[in-house]
């Protein structure tokens, strides 16, 4: 079965500083993996995606996921954070077949003024 | 704004009530997926549809249910609500049945109070 870890519910980073939020899987086969954020009281954004090709992937907002497939890694990261950056973020990996998705955890992120 | 929108945004009742919540996808889209979203349970896949029929199941309870119409807005029915009911619960949807996996695009979520 497809599935994701991530394996902090928190992380804090004083704004300004680079963040990294972090999400490992386990997939048959060629690995699909997101990144999705909630921010309080919403639902939830796709941020970006990893089908094939580059293991540096550029989504919304200025971040970006390196996918590492010896680590079976898929980090969320941002060269530098914002305060408005706080909010709740979800990996998520497709199941096979009709696009079942399981979500990660959540790791919540507090970017500290 | 998705433009996916869901009705009602808060919904309050009594164990052993009825409720149904409404979906409405993305211009365009033909699936649209339910989930479950709780503090013990986290984010919980629940079902999918696909152009009217269902083609995803996931930790669905019995006393739930949901379909989609022909003009492809969807509902979920909760029916024997208990306490643990309690939660937001998202809509969404996206463009593809399967083969390319597309992002989704989710509603603001409809938050549902069982007391």
């Known amino acids: 079965a497809q599935s994701v870890a991530q394996p902090e519910d928190q992380v804090n980073v004083a704004e300004g500083n680079p963040l990294t939020v972090k999400c490992t899987y386990s997939?048959?086969?060629?690995?699909?993996l997101f990144w999705y954020v909630q921010y309080p009281n919403r639902g939830l954004q796709f941020l970006l995606k990893?089908?094939?090709?580059?293991?540096l992937v550029k989504g919304s907002y200025g971040f970006e996921a390196e996918f590492n497939k010896s680590q079976t890694s898929f980090h969320l990261k941002k060269p530098s954070a914002l305060v408005s950056d706080s909010a709740l973020y979800f990996c998520a990996v497709p199941g096979g077949g009709y696009q079942k998705v399981t979500f990660g955890t959540g790791t919540k992120l507090q970017v500290i003024p | 704004d998705s433009g996916v929108t869901q009705t009602p945004k808060h919904l309050i009742t009594a164990t052993g009530q009825r409720v149904t919540l409404r979906c409405s996808p993305r211009s365009g889209d033909l699936s649209v997926y339910w989930y479950q979203q709780s503090l013990d349970q986290g984010l919980q896949f629940l079902i999918q549809?696909?152009?009217?029929?269902?083609?995803a199941k996931g930790n669905i309870l019995e006393r739930f249910s949901a379909q989609q119409f022909p003009d492809l807005h969807s509902e979920l029915n909760l029916s024997s609500l208990e306490l643990g009911d309690s939660a937001l619960y998202f809509c969404?949807?996206?463009?593809?049945?399967?083969?390319?996996?597309?992002?989704?695009?989710f509603g603001p979520g409809t938050r549902l109070t069982v007391l």
């Open positions: 549809y696909y152009n009217g029929e269902e083609r």
């Open positions: 990893y089908i094939t090709g580059d293991n």
């Open positions: 997939v048959s086969g060629n690995p699909y």
């Open positions: 969404a949807s996206s463009v593809e049945q399967g083969g390319t996996y597309n992002e989704q695009f």
